[in-house]
């Protein structure tokens, strides 16, 4: 377990250096900000379609990914540009455990983050309006999609440099663009499973939520299954990478 | 039966016909040698394969031909191998937002060797104690080729691979270097010291193993490396106030295979540069020349290899 722990410790430190979490946990009071200005003199019902639409627009589809896609690209993707892959490659640590412990600590750092966004926005519902289960839909939602997120950046990141361009254009242009037109496409949309969960958590959200799911039902246990299982072909399709690939 | 000096009698990593083509270019071609307990210098002209055949056998680089078995294993395939296997790359492979304290204390940890070292006793190794405390991003380069011997060194390999540890360090840091990598050697290890640079590899192994453009130019003892080297035809440029009359009295000399005069100097082609070396000044004085410069041409370690290689 000691190579391990300490290959965990050390990736979650990489993924968390001072200036960026600070500038990260910052972006990630932004849906916090837009919440308390838009619900200033509202009652809680309308108040709850507001959170629905802070969370679903700007928590889930921005903030949430941003984080994810930035610490789960550069999970690998530092170790190769600095080429300290070799340092931790040429170890006594099989290939599989090595990239389940690195998408690990990219999800972990990236979740740390995002619950800033997460629980700052639940508690500021929670504190004016009483529902505490807000609070606990957006923490499962958003744990999940960032999971999923950094699931699919860590391989990327280990194949490219581009990682980072090329997952904010799969957000910007097809979640946040061609998903919303095509309602069809909204399944293979990370950041609406997480919507989809916190919306099955959060009694009275789904008929607003429902607005930005197109064709995904709302499911909080569906969305934590396909989190596990991305995590699971990440981690298998990381390590064949690293078996096969000559590394840097 | 004479073994062949590419090969060692007790190996310990073994290379059988490997090659390695990126696309249309070969980095290594057809490479056959072994390495055993002690220090083997590899040396080689930048660029001749000399890199890509150290990450073949660490591992970090798949053969596109041929094999290679570290401690009778593939390093591809049994990741167990780096309990007893380590590389120190060429490149900066390390971490410059950390000490070098907690750099090594990582590579330990990483390792999690029964047998690994303390960490402070590797920084006294090699005289890292002092500056270990201090991020590694503010190190010169002598330095952070130290701190990757150390790192290196506290997973108490059998096995320790370095291609160009020497870059960047000064002197006295390479003679401590080199005197380590010798206790390591003589401890019964396996070192591989590559170094583009023949005296460094003369200082530092007793065997050599010398590779260009990808293939086995030369391998055995430093001396008959050397030996080879002495047979390869030199062409010395020979400035002098008298060319004409010292490059007939030179051309009487057994060392000189040809005689030119051009642009104001003398251009002799010798297949023994020492005896020529030791005729001229003589010659000079006989015939009351003056001599301004005394200069091999062409004598980069590049042409002397690709010598052996045509040779070969």
């Known amino acids: ?248 | 039966m004479t073994l062949d000096p590419a090969f060692v009698e007790e190996p310990t990593i073994e290379v059988i016909g490997a090659s390695k083509w990126y696309g249309q270019k070969v980095a290594v071609s057809k490479l056959s040698c072994s390495f055993g307990p002690g220090v083997t210098g590899l040396l080689g002209p930048n660029g001749a394969g000399k890199t890509t055949l150290l990450r073949m056998i660490s591992g970090l680089t798949s053969v596109s031909h041929g094999s290679v078995s570290v401690l009778g294993r593939d390093p591809r395939r049994h990741h167990d191998v780096f309990r007893s296997v380590t590389l120190v790359p060429d490149e900066d492979a390390v971490y410059g937002a950390m000490t070098g304290r907690e750099f090594v204390k990582y590579s330990s940890d990483l390792s999690n060797s029964p047998t690994a070292l303390l960490v402070d006793e590797v920084l006294e190794l090699v005289e890292m104690s002092e500056p270990a405390g201090r991020v590694i991003g503010g190190y010169s380069k002598g330095m952070r080729q130290r701190i990757k011997v150390a790192a290196a060194l506290v997973t108490d390999p059998k096995v320790l691979i370095l291609d160009e540890p020497l870059n960047g360090t000064d002197p006295i840091q390479r003679g401590h270097l080199i005197d380590l990598f010798e206790r390591l050697g003589n401890d019964g290890r396996t070192l591989i010291v590559s170094s583009h640079v023949l005296e460094e590899v003369e200082r530092v192994s007793d065997r050599v193993v010398a590779i260009v453009d990808g293939r086995l130019a030369a391998a055995g003892s430093v001396e008959a490396i050397r030996a080879s080297m002495n047979d390869i035809p030199y062409v010395v440029m020979i400035n002098t106030d008298r060319p004409r009359e010292l490059g007939a009295a030179l051309f009487e000399s057994p060392a000189a295979v040809g005689v030119e005069i051009r642009d104001g100097g003398l251009r002799i082609t010798t297949d023994d540069i020492t005896t020529l070396g030791r005729d001229t000044p003589r010659v000079a004085e006989a015939v009351q020349a003056r001599i301004t410069a005394f200069r091999p041409l062409d004598q980069s370690l590049e042409s002397v290899f690709r010598y052996l290689v045509e040779r070969s």
């Open chain 1, 1 to 248: 377990m000691k190579p391990i722990k300490a290959l965990f410790v050390m990736s979650v430190r990489q993924a968390l250096p001072l200036r960026r979490t600070i500038m990260l946990s910052l972006i990630q009071l932004a849906p916090v900000g837009i919440f308390t200005l838009s619900t200033a003199n509202r009652i809680e019902e309308a108040a709850l379609d507001a959170l629905v639409g802070v969370a679903a627009t700007v928590l889930f589809a921005l903030t949430v990914p941003v984080v994810a896609i930035v610490l789960g690209s550069s999970s690998l993707g530092v170790e190769r540009r600095d080429q300290t892959l070799s340092f931790v490659v040429l170890r006594p640590i099989r290939r599989t455990t090595f990239a389940a412990t690195k998408i690990l600590a990219a999800t972990l750092a990236a979740t740390a983050i995002n619950m800033v966004g997460a629980l700052s926005l639940g508690l500021a519902f929670t504190i004016r309006f009483g529902d505490p289960l807000v609070v606990w839909g957006l923490v499962v939602g958003v744990s999940a999609a960032t999971s999923i997120y950094v699931s699919a950046t860590v391989p990327l990141g280990f194949l490219t440099d581009r990682a980072v361009i090329i997952a904010m254009a799969f957000l910007l242009v097809f979640e946040n663009g061609a998903a919303l037109v095509l309602t069809g496409l909204a399944t293979l949309s990370p950041w609406r499973l997480g919507v989809s969960a916190f919306a099955d958590i959060v009694d009275g959200a789904a008929s607003t939520a429902q607005n930005y799911l197109g064709a995904l039902d709302i499911s909080w246990s569906r969305t934590v299954l396909i989190a596990i299982v991305t995590f699971g072909l990440a981690t298998m399709l990381t390590a064949q990478m690293l078996r096969r690939r000559d590394l840097a």
